[in-house]
């Protein structure tokens, strides 16, 4: 399928602009999943040829994802990732779980990068960090294309974990749904109610009347709703 590669437009703008030296792109993974954490990877490329067939994830095969990541993580200059657990985005909401992923990233760089490419149009970082939010950046950016393969794939390699850790999480699907709502999870929930691993503010919760008492509410149920993607009154 023929697509655009991404460049280093934007890097280069910044560093024109700004005089940043270090620029970082990063990208996120798992924000409207039922289950695991929301994973964020911050990846320095610097200006080198990336990897051929590097764009978003999510227009990879699973095959040629996991082999490019691979490639990747030896090809970026440095990269990281953070976590947020279900726990805290219960906590927290999900814009302050992404953050506080994202942040963790970034600290765990080597060296703390000058500028940050954010995926999207909304930023969830803001000060100190100095942010270009980039709308598809995971396609047109070479680092944060580099930051969502990375991300994709090592949070994909937890779920699928999760799986092996228990038989009692079989019937979830994990290493197919990474956590995801999908018919096999949808069943396991109806079942077996939430894993230790789900989201316990997120709305899927009131389509199930066996398990509703367990639905934690941070915010109204109208906000709860759009933060879990809009899944007030799913239907299963």
């Known amino acids: 399928m023929p697509y655009e590669p991404p460049t280093h437009t934007v890097e280069r703008s910044i560093r024109a602009t700004t005089g940043a030296k270090i620029v970082a792109g990063v990208d996120e993974v798992g924000r409207g999943a039922w289950a695991g954490p929301v994973t964020v990877c911050a ?3 610097g200006l080198r040829r990336p990897p051929d067939g590097l764009t978003d994830s999510k227009l990879l095969t699973p095959k040629r994802r996991t082999a490019l990541a691979g490639e990747l993580e030896k ?15 219960d906590e927290l909401g999900m814009t302050a779980a992404l953050r506080l992923a994202a942040v963790r990233a970034l600290d765990a760089l080597p060296v703390r990068p000058d500028a940050v490419i954010l995926d999207g149009k909304h930023d969830y970082l803001g000060p100190p960090w100095r942010v270009r939010t ?10 944060v294309a580099a930051a969502s393969v990375i991300a994709k794939v090592r949070r994909d390699a937890m779920m699928a974990e999760l799986e092996a850790e228990s038989a009692s999480y079989v019937p979830f699907g994990f290493a197919a749904n990474a956590g995801y709502p999908s018919p ?3 069943a396991a929930l109806r ?21 509703r008492h367990l ?9 709860a709703a759009l933060e879990s993607g809009g899944q007030l009154g799913f239907d299963f």
């Open 134 to 143: 980039v709308i598809k950046g995971d396609q047109s950016c070479v680092a």
């Open 43 to 45: 990846a320095v490329t």
């Open 191 to 211: 079942e077996w109610g939430p894993t230790p691993y789900h989201r316990l503010s997120w709305s899927f919760l009131d389509a199930l009347p066996q398990w």
């Open 184 to 186: 096999v999870h949808k």
């Open 215 to 223: 639905r934690k509410f941070r915010v109204p149920a109208e906000a």
């Open 75 to 89: 090809w970026v200059t440095s990269h990281a990732l953070g976590h947020a657990s279900p726990e805290e985005i």
